[in-house]
């Protein structure tokens, strides 16, 4: 049990041997181990020195998901996926430190100058023995409208991506599919598989619940609340060999399941609040 500092990161365990990781910079969740083993893959090339994303875990996404949008100004100046996470936060808070599970809570500093707008982002870990549970907090500290994309562009880790069946998204579920420059599709409620790039956007899944069977006999259950839609990715070698801090064959090992509020940009009026909350259980 317990939560231990470094200079670069903080790491919660639990009694039960599982324990996570977590950088300041980024908020970004590089680690979780649960039943002795790694559950999160990260990239080998991955640059840790804050000078750039970091490439696996779980990455935070606001307030723009994607690269940016025409308008309005101060959003559309910013870079792919926006700031957060490339923002040193501080851990504010130990929540709870219990047989129950862990819980701490991260706090984003104040926004770039360019972008002014005033919110509270405050990310809730919080760790049991199967189960990690990751809640992304924004209240609008303005006095007008406020408006963001949010995503946990979690990484998950498999032996074989060849293996691996995602199921859970509901037959009717409409989605943009990038690798077809975007083109909407209606989902057949069919299992993913990766026998070529995926990358498709979700919206709006009525089960709030996607399955991930890593057909070694493992897998994950990835719930979701308030976070709408998700994201299926694995660029596969064809797109991921061009992914400059993308390990060899990295695109072997993981799924990106990524919950989000991404179809469109979520309106918060002034004092409002959302909650997204990704829950991910080992199977
Ligand atoms: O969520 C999927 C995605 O938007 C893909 O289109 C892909 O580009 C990926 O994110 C990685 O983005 P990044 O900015 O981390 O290289």
Redesign the pocket.
């Known amino acids: 049990m317990g939560v231990t500092e470094t200079a670069k990161s903080v790491t919660i365990n639990h009694e039960s041997g599982s324990s996570a990781e977590i950088y300041y910079y980024g908020a970004h969740v590089v680690s979780w181990k649960a039943g002795g083993k790694e559950r999160l893959f990260m990239s080998g090339k991955s640059a840790l020195d804050g000078s750039k ?1 970091i ?1 696996g875990g779980i ?1 935070v996404v606001f307030p723009i ?2 690269p940016p949008p025409t308008s309005p100004p101060e959003y559309a100046a910013l870079s ?2 926006g700031f957060a996470r490339n923002q040193i936060w501080k851990l504010d808070k130990v929540i709870m430190d219990r047989p129950e599970g862990v819980s701490i809570r991260f706090l984003a500093p104040p926004p770039p100058d360019s972008f002014a707008h005033k919110y509270r982002l405050a990310y809730v870990i919080t760790l049991s023995e199967h189960q990690l549970c990751t809640d992304v907090h924004i209240i609008n500290e303005d006095d007008k409208e406020f408006i963001f994309q949010t ?1 946990l ?1 979690t990484y998950l880790a498999i032996p074989d991506y060849l293996k691996l069946k995602v199921s859970g998204i509901d037959k009717g579920t409409t989605y943009k599919d ?1 690798v077809l420059d975007g083109k909407m599709v209606q989902s057949e409620g069919e299992d993913i598989v990766i026998d070529r790039p995926i ?1 498709r956007v979700y919206h709006k899944v009525p089960s709030q619940e996607i399955h991930v069977d890593d057909g070694a006999g493992s897998g994950f259950k990835v719930r979701f609340r308030g976070f709408e839609d998700v ?1 299926v ?1 694995n ?1 596969t070698e064809e797109v991921g060999k061009g ?1 400059v801090d993308m390990e060899d064959k990295g695109w072997e090992k993981y799924i ?1 399941i ?1 919950p989000g509020y991404v179809r469109d940009f979520k309106s918060l009026a002034p004092g409002e609040e959302f909650l997204g909350q990704q829950v991910l259980t080992v199977l």
């Open positions: 994303a490439r990455p998901f994607g792919q996926h995503l562009h990038k990358d994201t990715w660029p992914i990106c990524e």
